[in-house]
């Protein structure tokens, strides 16, 4: 049953992390969605907060809950490095 409520608290959610360079504020979006077929998927999405679309896009999908934990870190962890933060 815990593993159930664990899947269905992570049917959607989104962290946003913000980093200022050359007087422009860009974004760093993370994405996760339990799909229908039981899998995770990770969307990244990235740009300047004045542009109105996305500069980039990619997605990666999960099968376990474990590996999508581990690859959000990395990516945090990456991101953190190169300036970014909540």
Do not use: C, H, P
Request: charged share 25%; glycine share 6%.
């Amino acid at each position: 049953m815990d593993q159930m409520r664990s899947k269905s608290s992570l049917t959607s959610n989104i962290t946003t992390l913000y980093r200022e360079v050359n007087g422009r504020v860009r974004y760093y979006k993370i994405k996760t969605y339990l799909t229908l077929f039981g899998e995770y998927l990770l969307i990244r999405e990235w740009g300047g907060v004045d542009n109105k679309k996305a500069t980039g896009q990619k997605q990666s999908y999960f099968l376990t809950l474990d590996d999508l934990q581990a690859a959000i870190e990395k990516i945090i962890t990456l991101k953190n490095k190169k300036g970014y933060a909540n």
